[in-house]
């Protein structure tokens, strides 16, 4: 039954995950709060409105189930701060390593996450569907979607993502008459991996006063400079098809600050 706002409620999700956490409190100079999460996630209908996704069977939503688009297998994140043990009441000392290296601390952000799963869209739409393209492609094998790569790394203005030769090597009378045979995710295919470390190292330098302070901070976002590319076009019969245009991550970012505490 179809609800005022459009969406239907006849699919289910499955999420089963496992979580790391190590919590280290303030001794020495370090904090550190990391995490690792191991997921699966399975669905038969990403959301509420699911006219997007032409079902093979609406009687038998259990040939529907597939990786969900937000399935991510590894997740990895840590925060950290780092006091160094120089200066006033710290293990070493002294009026010139005090004011030369006292008072720098060394903060970090650090996440690593494996992709999403990836599919296509064949472009074609069968007229027992009217209004709405099929969304299964013809596929042979599941490990050959990947496109080539010329050097030696990925490089999107020279490689495809996908391999075109992997889909739709069917008739023409067959791809416009019935749906595809691969599921709407390759469990075998993902997205690039989510990398990424953030820095900050801070100077705290006090001025004569206990409440008088300066504080000189060096941040790096993406210090490593890390790519992660965008999603490519996914509709097999586009000219486009596995070209990427896009990056969906940031390229190195620096910058510094100063705050003044009184």
Request: hydrophobic letters at 35%; glycine letters at 10%; proline letters at 6%.
């Amino acid at each position: 039954v179809r609800t005022s706002n459009g969406g239907e409620r006849i699919g289910r999700s499955s999420y089963h995950t496992l979580i790391v956490k190590w919590d280290k409190r303030y001794s020495d100079g370090l904090t550190v709060l990391a995490s690792y999460a191991g997921s699966k996630m399975f669905t038969n209908a990403e959301r509420t409105t699911n006219l997007e996704r032409v079902s093979l069977d609406h009687y038998n939503r259990g040939l529907e189930w597939y990786l969900s688009e937000n399935d991510q297998t590894h997740v990895v994140r840590s925060a950290f701060t780092y006091e160094f043990p120089i200066g006033r009441g710290r293990s070493l000392g002294g009026n010139v390593l005090t004011a030369v290296l006292g008072g720098w601390s060394l903060s970090g952000f650090l996440e690593y996450a494996s992709g999403f799963p990836m599919g296509v869209s064949p472009g074609i739409c069968p007229p027992i569907y009217p209004g709405q393209c099929g969304n299964r492609a013809f596929v042979d094998s599941y490990d050959n979607w990947r496109g080539s790569v010329s050097g030696d790394k990925f490089d999107p203005a020279k490689d495809r993502w996908f391999n075109p030769g992997a889909f739709q090597q069917r008739p023409q009378a067959v791809l416009e008459t019935v749906l595809g045979n691969a599921t709407p995710r390759n469990p075998k295919l993902r997205t690039p991996w989510n990398l990424n470390e953030n820095f900050s190292l801070a100077k705290r330098v006090p001025l004569g006063s206990e409440r008088l302070a300066a504080t000189l901070r060096f941040e790096a976002f993406n210090l490593f400079n890390r790519t992660v590319w965008g999603n490519p076009n996914t509709t097999v019969n586009a000219p486009n098809f596995g070209i990427v245009t896009s990056q969906r991550n940031d390229p190195r970012r620096l910058q510094f600050g100063f705050k003044l505490d009184f």
